[in-house]
């Protein structure tokens, strides 16, 4: 198959440097162009990428290169490539720092191998070495560049299965066929790709449906009933490990200070009613921060009964609500929800939730961004000012909660916007994160999410599904939402 035209749900990302990538779609782009030290198969199983993994000991990784890897410009992938890109992502100015805090040492102890020295056991380390944060990126090319790596004016130099082409600013970034990878169990079957920036729903649909764009990550919702009468393709669903909240979104929110005005939020929300008005039906009720296929799936049955008991005590109750925000003391607040401009869902969530919020005694007053800004407020409050709460959508990219609690409740944790602090919930962490039993690890974590829901700072509404559309000239299309830390466009064209 010669070339595919696919869209960026969230948009043109600020950057495509693997630790710093700002979106899911921008994860999932890197994840094609930059081999990883691990991968994921489709199940979303941790499986070897450029590197087989040796835990020596409970503190002592090695990494040993399984492949004679070459980057784009036929320079052989070395371990000196792998101490440089590790480094990179363990700066003190990446996403990923917080990944590295056990992190000790990392140094290249033999021509094909690396090892990673920590301070501690670190249980969601390896995980997180596939997709972007395992990514290596050529030593050489990566100085010369600097700062400007990743832009469209610095670029990439990787080993993955694709290229990256060209990075044409505010239209699309072009990818071609890597005709050289290494790796011959995951060659491209396609030899281009266009990758587009459209978050406009009505104009993805158009562009979907007239086969204008073959299809997409991050398919909007509320563009099913129109695509399901489409006739140059078909809707698919997938699992996933995000979900839509409503989160506060900084600390001098009257929400960061009122425990009963939180609690209220919880009982405005009919989440099963939204799941089907707004979803259609493709996501499933929710109402705790972290998604059930966050889990190890072996830890999976163990979770039931805490998600069932924190459902429980968040039942859509508007007279409840309406009480809680008397006892508040904070009827006739004027709150400010950011929203992402051009994306219906988010649209028609924060309309329902101005609407519930009115029949409690609140004002919801919208605050809509465009895509490069609202992802920036994900990770900056500059960006977020005096917001009171965000309407976003997020989750793990792997199988293991530890690795998003230590980003959203650890009191210096880039997603932590509202400031929790709970001196109980970073000692429970520090256990569990150096336990690599999983029973007794699950075991921490649950209690660690029952302090931080206790707060109630995330409203949790929709465990979505993965929405894709697919043209019917395709076929081996990954459908959930392990696309972000797996080379998934080398299965397009693979069959039907």
């Given at each position: 198959m010669k070339s595919i035209t696919w869209n960026m749900g969230s948009g043109e990302?600020?950057?495509?440097?693997?630790?710093?990538?700002?979106?899911?779609?921008?994860?999932?782009?890197?994840?094609?162009?930059?081999?990883?030290?691990?991968?994921?198969d489709e199940t979303g199983t941790v499986v070897p990428g450029l590197a087989n993994v040796t835990q020596e000991t409970p503190t002592r990784l090695v990494f040993t290169l399984r492949g004679q890897a070459t980057f784009w410009d036929g320079t052989p992938l070395t371990t000196d490539d792998v101490v440089y890109s590790l480094q990179h992502a363990a700066a003190p100015t990446s996403?990923?720092?917080?990944?590295?805090?056990?992190?000790?040492?990392?140094?290249?102890?033999?021509?094909?191998?690396?090892?990673?020295?920590?301070?501690?056991p670190d249980a969601a380390f390896l995980p997180t070495m596939a997709g972007p944060g395992g990514a290596v990126i050529e030593r050489a090319f990566g100085e010369k560049a600097g700062a400007a790596i990743g832009t469209p004016s610095g670029g990439l130099m990787c080993s993955g299965p694709f290229k990256l082409d060209k990075w044409n600013a505010g239209t699309d970034i072009r990818l071609v066929k890597n005709e050289a990878y290494w790796d011959k169990e995951r060659q491209a079957h396609v030899s281009s790709v266009r990758l587009t920036f459209v978050t406009d729903t009505s104009a993805l649909t158009q562009a979907l449906t007239t086969g204008e764009i073959d299809g997409g990550w991050e398919i909007p919702a509320t563009a099913i009933p129109a695509l399901k009468s489409a006739t140059t393709g078909s809707i698919f669903y997938g699992e996933t490990t995000s979900v839509w909240s409503l989160r506060v979104a900084n600390p001098s929110s009257p929400l960061a200070k009122n425990a009963d005005l939180r609690q209220a939020l919880q009982h405005m929300i009919d989440r099963t009613a939204i799941s089907e008005a707004v979803f259609h039906g493709a996501a499933r009720p929710w109402s705790t921060a972290i998604s059930p296929n966050s889990w190890p799936v072996a830890a999976r049955d163990a979770t039931n009964t805490d998600y069932k008991k924190i459902a429980g005590q968040r039942t859509y109750d508007l007279e409840l609500a309406r009480k809680l925000v008397d006892k508040s003391g904070a009827k006739g607040t004027t709150l400010e929800l950011i929203v992402a401009s051009g994306d219906d869902t988010a649209s028609q969530l924060a309309q329902l939730v101005q609407a519930q919020m009115a029949k409690v005694g609140l004002t919801v007053k919208l605050r809509a961004l465009q895509p490069i800004q609202y992802a920036q407020a994900m990770y900056d409050?500059?960006?977020?000012?005096?917001?009171?709460?965000?309407?976003?959508?997020?989750?793990?990219?792997?199988?293991?909660?530890?690795?998003?609690i230590r980003y959203y409740f650890l009191p210096d944790g880039l997603y932590n916007w509202d400031g929790f602090n709970d001196p109980e919930v970073a000692t429970l962490y520090g256990q569990a994160i150096t336990e690599l039993d999983l029973s007794k690890r699950t075991s921490l974590t649950l209690q660690i999410q029952a302090l931080f829901e206790a707060r109630a700072a995330t409203v949790a509404i929709v465990n979505p599904y993965q929405v894709n559309f697919v043209n019917k000239r395709l076929g081996g299309v990954i459908t959930s939402s392990v696309v972000a830390t797996m080379p998934s466009l080398t299965y397009i064209g693979a069959g039907k």
């Open positions: 990302p600020a950057t495509l440097d693997p630790p710093n990538v700002p979106t899911y779609s921008a994860m999932a782009v890197v994840s094609n162009l930059c081999d990883s030290l691990m991968s994921v996403f990923l720092a917080p990944t590295f805090a056990k992190v000790t040492n990392i140094a290249a102890i033999s021509n094909t191998q690396v090892a990673l020295d920590f301070s501690a409050p500059a960006v977020r000012g005096s917001s009171d709460l965000m309407l976003s959508i997020g989750g793990d990219v792997v199988q293991e909660p530890l690795t998003s």
